[in-house]
């Protein structure tokens, strides 16, 4: 009888395998459907709908340059998911520092997001503004290592917003490699998967299509990034920013009255709002440029003697670097 039961069960052997291996092939994948469940959650920037809400609005008010309300809407964020809020509060800083010249607006910004404790796709996007800071503050190596981690982070994620943060990274490393033979080149894709980003979100439309302009003004396809500039100004009536975009575009596209008429009015909009703060620098250098190229020179001559202002040589060094080599390279300074 033992020697009955040991051959039935030397029978079963291969049948007992088969089963226990068809019984453990379908608890791990049950295991691996629920971690990839999981994993495909940290693969995306999606929020629960209303706390989504709260980030499209909080784009919305720094759009209209509320930046107290969205600070507030940031906050509100914050309150219910902590690392989520904290990198939007920052963002609201970054842009704070880019229309207002504030500074201490953008250290602070970089401590912070130092500190958020964020997860996922929302870490990805923090190591994303991080790198940006410390890029704009001096640190560009470091700065250049944070934004590469982000677009690995990015790089395998479904998620359209998560794939348009990538393309941005992507898109100037394919630029960088451009010139080695064989190196496939996606450019092309990165710049639709931004436009098609920058027409559908509603939380972070202007990071996308920001770069995207710029990309065009890259290729010297300025009729494309006007057109860009001017949807963004749709979505955005007299943005200050956009608007500056805009002249950069109508000055390459040699609409000189267009581009210096816009430029005026915003060294006297920045003037008044903030005093002689960095865009209202950049609206004279751009002037000078632009005067010099009309072939008005006195004009141009009138805009270079407001260099003069200690105010200028304070902040000298926080003007875009590619204004100022275009305008030291012309000697137009």
Not at 92 to 99: A, F, G, L, N, P
């Amino acid at each position: 009888m033992l020697a009955s039961f040991y051959s039935i069960l030397d029978y079963q052997k291969p049948l007992v395998f088969v089963s226990l291996t068809i019984m453990l092939c379908r608890f791990l994948l049950i295991s691996l459907m629920l971690s990839g469940f999981a994993f495909a959650e940290n693969l995306t920037l999606a929020l629960p709908d209303s706390l989504s809400q709260l980030v499209s609005k909080a784009t919305a008010q720094t759009m209209a340059l509320k930046y107290g309300d969205a600070m507030a809407t940031a906050k509100t964020l914050r309150s219910h998911n902590e690392g989520a809020g904290c990198v939007l509060e920052n963002i609201v800083r970054i842009s704070i520092y880019d229309d207002l010249g504030d500074t201490a607006a953008l250290f602070t910004a970089g401590k912070q997001l130092e500190k958020c404790k964020s997860e996922g796709m929302w870490d990805a996007l923090r190591k994303f503004e991080l790198g940006y800071v410390q890029s704009e503050t001096g640190h560009s190596v470091s700065g250049a290592l944070k934004t590469r981690s982000a677009a690995k982070m990015f790089e395998d994620s479904k998620d359209q917003e998560a794939r348009a943060f990538y393309a941005i990274y992507a898109y100037y490393v394919d630029k960088s490699f451009s010139w080695v033979p064989f190196k496939s080149d996606h450019r092309e894709e990165y710049l639709a998967v931004l436009d098609s980003a920058s027409k559908k979100s509603t939380r972070f439309w202007p990071l996308f299509l920001t770069p995207l302009i710029w990309m065009h003004y890259d290729k010297e396809d300025f009729n494309t990034g006007l057109k860009l500039a001017e949807r963004g100004l749709a979505k955005a009536p007299n943005h200050p920013v956009m608007l500056q975009i805009k002249a950069d575009m109508l000055y390459r596209l040699k609409r000189y009255d267009e581009a210096a008429d816009i430029y005026e009015k915003s060294a006297a909009d920045y003037m008044k709002r903030k005093g002689a703060s960095i865009r209202y620098w950049c609206s004279v250098l751009n002037l000078i440029r632009i005067y010099h190229d009309a072939g008005k020179k006195d004009k141009a001559a009138e805009q270079r003697a407001k260099l003069d202002d200690p105010k200028y040589r304070a902040i000298e060094s926080w003007m875009p670097g590619s204004l100022m080599d275009d305008l030291k390279k012309r000697k137009l300074l």
